[in-house]
């Protein structure tokens, strides 16, 4: 996840500014200009290890807390379309899960619950870096 000042080099790198204000020292000072690619992969490198940190250690997490093969629940908040909620059901397609959906009181959001038997969390894993593609969803 990106936040706004995560792009305050990039956009000062493509408006070629030599000064920026820091907010910290209420001073202008020289901004360094490297090539916009380098902060977007930068950050980008920074995301996929946290990324891999967190499966490996739920990975750890579900190994020691659970025999396989187990039932796992899994929990999650997407916008209401009903393309988004039909790509999240697909992902557990022949799978034989059970899917619970509801929508929030405003039916702004929808909340899908899926429980599923899967083999080893290996499999819990893949589920959730599938579903983690559908655009807006949150997983609890």
Known sequence: MFFS????PIIQALGKSRYGFDHKSNQTQRIREYPVNYYIC???DM???KTEAFYKKLKKQLLETSSWPSDYLYKFIVPTDAD?????QDVFDGTGAVI??????????TSISVTVNLENPDEVIEKYKVVGQVEGVISL
């Open 5 to 8: 000042s995560d792009f305050k």
């Open 42 to 44: 930068k950050n980008l």
């Open 47 to 49: 995301e996929t290890e």
């Open 84 to 88: 988004r909620i039909k790509q999240i």
């Open 100 to 109: 619970e959906s509801r929508q929030s009181k405003k039916g702004k959001y």
